[in-house]
T-cell receptor, first 110, second 115 residues
Framework: GQQLNQSPQSMFIQEGEDVSMNCTSS?????WLWYKQDPGEGPVLLIA?????ELTSNGRLTAQFGITRKDSFLNISASIPSDVGIYFC??????????FGEGTQLTVNP | GAGVSQSPSNKVTEKGKDVELRCDPI?????LYWYRQRLGQGLEFLIY????????KSGLPSDRFSAERTGESVSTLTIQRTQQEDSAVYLC?????????????FGEGSRLTVL
């Protein structure tokens, strides 16, 4: 089946710093999604990408659908304490179900 | 309700007992998914329902696990003869249609602890 490699597994940063995380796939995807999971809650969709090369922003978050269709990155600018959580990438090939990455645990020190 | 609703939110049970977890998807969502998330781990796909089609059970870890869904409404995930390794958060998600958008909406999960 399809596999996603998400990195880094964890990040410890200072408030105000920028963050970057990425996912790579062994398969071509038609959709890339980025989710955030707060402690004790289910994942919530942050950004959805549907076209190769697409760059989409949501406030301080920016995500890109890689031109090869096998990767995506998520950037968070000027991090704040509430950015703490687990970030998951997810990819979907045509006709297949969504595949999730293993997650990036983000810790923001005030 | 407006979102995916799961119950119970927490369940503590003894090894060997059966448990049943419930999911109410967003109204009108035809696709429903169950995932398992062990502590500090990612999302492990269990099973997926799409309308009246046969469910995709390829992620169920053993025959102790089963799930049902009535039409496009409530789903129940049943774990028989629970083991300590079954301890995890069980997340349900629904989406408007499958497989094209992939925009899953998750519930808050049911945390299962097997003693």
């Amino acid at each position: 089946g399809q596999q996603l490699n998400q990195s880094p597994q964890s990040m410890f940063i200072q408030e105000g710093e920028d963050v970057s995380m990425n996912c790579t796939s062994s398969s071509i995807f038609n959709t890339w999604l980025w989710y955030k999971q707060d402690p004790g809650e289910g994942p919530v969709l942050l950004i959805a990408l549907y076209k190769a090369g697409e760059l989409t922003s949501n406030g301080r978050l920016t995500a890109q659908f890689g031109i090869t269709r096998k990767d995506s990155f998520l950037n968070i600018s000027a991090s704040i304490p509430s950015d703490v959580g687990i970030y998951f990438c997810a990819g979907q090939a045509s006709g297949s179900r969504l595949t999730f990455g293993e997650g990036t645990q983000l810790t923001v020190n005030p | 309700g407006a979102g995916v609703s799961q119950s119970p939110s927490n369940k503590v049970t003894e090894k060997g007992k059966d448990v049943e977890l419930r999911c109410d998807p967003i109204s009108g969502h035809t696709a429903l998914y169950w995932y398992r998330q062990r502590l500090g781990q990612g999302l492990e796909f269990l099973i997926y329902f799409q309308g009246n089609s046969a469910p995709d059970k390829s992620g169920l870890p053993s025959d102790r696990f089963s799930a049902e869904r009535t039409g496009e409404s409530v789903s129940t995930l049943t774990i028989q003869r629970t083991q300590q390794e079954d301890s995890a958060v069980y997340l349900c998600a629904s989406s408007l249609r499958h497989p094209n958008t992939g925009e899953l909406f998750f519930g808050e999960g049911s945390r299962l602890t097997v003693l």
